[in-house]
């Protein structure tokens, strides 16, 4: 395995150690806890928290900052942070407004972040929780029950960042999530396995002429394998089920194109423009477009695709101002 890394038992602590030191102007660390902070606190307002497994950069650290989450816990390399840091980052985080867990859908997320919200109001913190589960390829797979979490999960931080940004209440916020994951569908395709950091093995096999459609970010099986094909050709099947499950009429859409983590920038672009093309066939409007690796599985190689419906409501705040070390924008 041919990796740029020291001591696979410390791979966590250098990532960390790295990020802090490049971008000390917008994040800090939580004590010596594998917590990612936003460095101006900004009080008299509800806090978001996310996190899960590393392995996923540059979520979920990389998008702590103003307008999107006000810290993020990491675990080890696809593994929940445990209950306690995360209770340790409510904490941090709460100004008296209350706390909002944003959670992939995975049961060991689900468990800790549960747990540690029953802590957190021990001490009088308000808490509450969205679950994402945009991943529409598969029911009940590895480490799930129901639908998975997937990249879609980087639109929600997004608008409900930008709407506690703008003084929305703790249950505003739950409601507004649970408006924004229902019209939320992501599917990816794998083309190659990622390899493990910490232990060096693939995550699992395909062959030279194989694909594994509908897979997981941790590489849990997907619906299907398939021949090898042109670009066009995987964004036709997973663009098919997308909008198969949408349920779009005469809604706007905002369109995020995610790399795994070894796909290149040449080849997204050429998918994205596949995506544009189907949805202005059907006459949907796009108001918004992210294309790059926002929530990655290591060096895998694959994409995903997400679909979020918009209102009026959602769009504003996608479009919304936001400064975080992966996501920066100016509001319009």
Known sequence: MKKVINDSKDILN???GGMLKAFPEKIVQLNDLPIILRKNKKKSKVALVSGGGS??????GGFVGLGM???????EIFSSPSADKIYEAIKAVDTGEGVLLIIKNYSGDIMNFEMAAEMAELENINVKKIIVDDDIAVENSTYTIGRRGIAGTIFVHKILGAAAEKGYSL???E????????????????LEACINLTTGIKSFDLKEDEVEIGLGIHGEPGTHREKTQKADEYVNILMKKILMESEINNEKVAVLVNGLGST??????????RVA??????????AETMVGNYMTS????GFSITILKLDEEVETLLKSESDTISLSKNGK
Do not use: C, R, Y
Request: aromatic share 2%; glycine share 8%.
């Open 14 to 16: 250098e990532m960390i």
């Open 55 to 60: 392995g996923h950069e540059p979520a979920h």
């Open 69 to 75: 989450l006000d810290g993020a816990v990491a675990g």
């Open 171 to 173: 249950e505003e916020l």
């Open 175 to 190: 409601v507004l999530g649970q408006k924004v994951v229902k019209n939320l569908k992501t599917m990816g395709i794998a």
């Open 264 to 273: 290149t920038l040449i080849e997204l672009f050429i998918v994205n423009n």
């Open 277 to 286: 093309d189907i949805l202005s066939e059907k006459e949907i409007k796009v």
């Open 298 to 301: 290591m060096d895998m190689s």
